[in-house]
């Protein structure tokens, strides 16, 4: 079983929903916290409550979509911190006919969900290159494998993301670097009530079950990689 405790993990959209489940998760298990967020309220919130676990933590409020900006906030800090589990969680939702969609609400879509996906792998991939371990976490979405009415826009992003992960997969496992990518269905979030605002929220998955899958991988022996899973309710009805 692989040893968390002291590993420094880095997760984007990390103040709430499935992003902050998997921080709270990993710091009940002696991780400490890094990531980022747009939200400085929030970030401050989860800074607090992490607190109790007795682990460090460190917060950017950047959008994850602006390469250039990520840059010049994170450079520096990733030059003198070794990353070992990188999480690529941020993302947004719209869902409606193509016909209905702006260019930019759809631009929106792609640099957040896709190009921040880009962004943060291609500024913290070096570092685990040169060591020769890590793991990189993909939050994507069963629509990423099943097209939807009202799904080119987002499902558009996670089906891109699935060639992603799997090619970087292949790319990086001759360095010992584990890649997961993670197929949630319906989750308790933000994100749900824009799908399906009539959703019975008792019923469908918590951020917390998405988490729990998520720590699974991580506690494989390093000779294991699970590169992929769907997890879903057992009775979303």
Known sequence: MSELKNKNVFISGVSKGIGKAIAIKLAKEG?????LSRNQFDLDNLTSELSQFNVQSKFFAVDVGDFYKLKEVLEEFLSKTNIDI???NAGIGSFKNLIDY??????RLIK???YGVFNLTRLILPSM??????????ISSLAGKNPNPGGTGYS???????????????????????VCLVH???VDTDLIGNFN???????????????EGVLAFLKLPRRAMLSEFEIRPTNPK
């Open 112 to 114: 957040t969900n896709l």
């Open 31 to 35: 991780c400490n916290i890094l990531g």
């Open 197 to 211: 605002p009539n959703i019975n929220r008792e019923k469908i998955l918590k951020p917390e079950d998405v988490a």
């Open 129 to 138: 290159l040169k060591n020769k371990s890590g793991d990189i976490v993909f």
């Open 156 to 178: 558009a992003t996670k089906f891109a993301l699935t060639g992603f992960a799997h090619s970087l997969m292949l790319e990086v496992r001759q360095y010992d670097i584990r």
């Open 184 to 186: 949630p269905g319906s």
């Open 102 to 107: 702006t260019y930019e609400e759809f631009d």
């Open 86 to 88: 990188l999480v690529n």
